[in-house]
């Protein structure tokens, strides 16, 4: 929503703990060039990847949170892969009468 962009969501998982977002359009390529030869390594995209991990985080759910594909690096789109590393813990409260 603030990028801009809207992703696919897609779920190629049997146990439901793995999602991967494709984004058509990365808004955070255009402050980018090229990638210099002895850089090559680098992930300029990991921002995004960073801000999943850390608002899941904040919700209390751990996830692995990695780039699959980039168009930095000459693929046709972007595409994050989360996968959930644990459940999270549901609380039962008990009511004071």
Avoid: W
């Avoid at 999602?19 to 402050?31: G, M, R």
């Avoid at 850089?39 to 692995?64: K, N, P, Q, V």
């Amino acid at each position: 929503m603030y990028l801009g962009v809207t992703p696919t969501v897609t779920c190629n998982n049997a146990m439901g703990n793995e999602f991967s977002l494709i984004l058509a359009k990365n808004p955070l390529v255009d402050f980018v060039e090229e990638l210099p030869a002895s850089r090559s390594s680098l992930c300029y995209c990991s921002l995004l990847s960073g801000t999943i991990r850390g608002a899941l985080e904040m919700i209390h759910l751990a996830a692995e949170v990695i780039f699959l594909q980039d168009t930095l690096k000459g693929d046709d789109v972007t595409e994050i892969r989360i996968t959930f590393l644990k459940k999270a813990e549901t609380k039962k409260y008990k009511r004071n009468k």
